[in-house]
T-cell receptor, first 115, second 116 residues
């Protein structure tokens, strides 16, 4: 089945450690995104990528880094510079790049807890 | 600046009641897309509908219907004869129709609880 996978579902880290969240899609989508969701709030865009080897900062990129070496994969690293890393992280993808269909499809999310 | 407001933080109704979730948006763009997503307790966002700014026709899909009114910048979502499985957080989102613009602007969400 086509879809987006994120692993793990729950992740626990100690403060000061970098952690990488995985996102893989087999939908053959060009564009991929990372969002952060805090309790009672909407989603905020961290980074997005429209094509392999290219990505742009979203609204809250500070303390995060990404790479896009393969079309299927868009891992997010939460660095120790991120002041409040505990949150629910959602990865999404869309056809993008001139496609007429703009809906984004989301993965199941990773809940990161940093203590 | 673009903004989406979902003024209803939480709604609780009894099963079989009709319920409307409000969404008001702000944008200076003349062309844009609007979306509704459902987030069940599992956490994954499920795409429900996309509407472009040129199409003001209301849409119905089973028990779901959407009322887009450009004059009031609103895109409201109604669930008819609600069911317990409709319990979730619902998000309204806005996206400009510009080549390369990949950003979705989300409202804060409305938590809908359907009680048996």
């Amino acid at each position: 089945d086509g879809g987006i996978t994120q692993s793990p579902k729950y992740l626990f880290r100690k403060e000061g450690q970098n952690v990488t969240l995985s996102c893989e899609q087999n939908l053959n989508h060009d564009a991929m995104y990372w969002y952060r969701q805090d309790p009672g709030q909407g989603l905020r865009l961290i980074y997005y990528s429209q094509i392999v080897n290219d990505f742009q900062k979203g609204d809250i990129a500070e303390g995060y880094s990404v790479s896009r070496e393969k079309k299927e994969s868009f891992p997010l690293t939460v660095t120790s510079a991120q002041k409040n890393p505990t949150a629910f992280y959602l990865c999404a993808s869309s056809i993008g790049r001139g496609g007429n269909r703009y809906e984004q499809y989301f993965g199941p999310g990773t809940r990161l807890t940093v203590t | 600046a673009q903004k989406v407001t979902q003024a209803q933080t939480e709604i609780s109704v009894v099963e079989k009641e009709d319920v409307t979730l409000d969404c008001v948006y702000e944008t200076r763009d003349t062309t844009y897309y609007l979306f509704w997503y459902k987030q069940p307790p599992s956490g994954e966002l499920v795409f429900l509908i996309r509407r472009n700014s040129f199409d003001e026709q209301n849409e119905i899909s089973g028990r779901y219907s959407w009322n887009f009114q450009k004059s009031t910048s609103s895109f409201n979502f109604t669930i008819t004869a609600s069911q317990v499985v409709d319990s979730a957080v619902y998000f309204c989102a806005l996206r400009p129709l510009i080549q390369g613009a990949q950003k979705l602007v989300f409202g804060q969400g409305t938590r809908l609880t359907i009680n048996p």
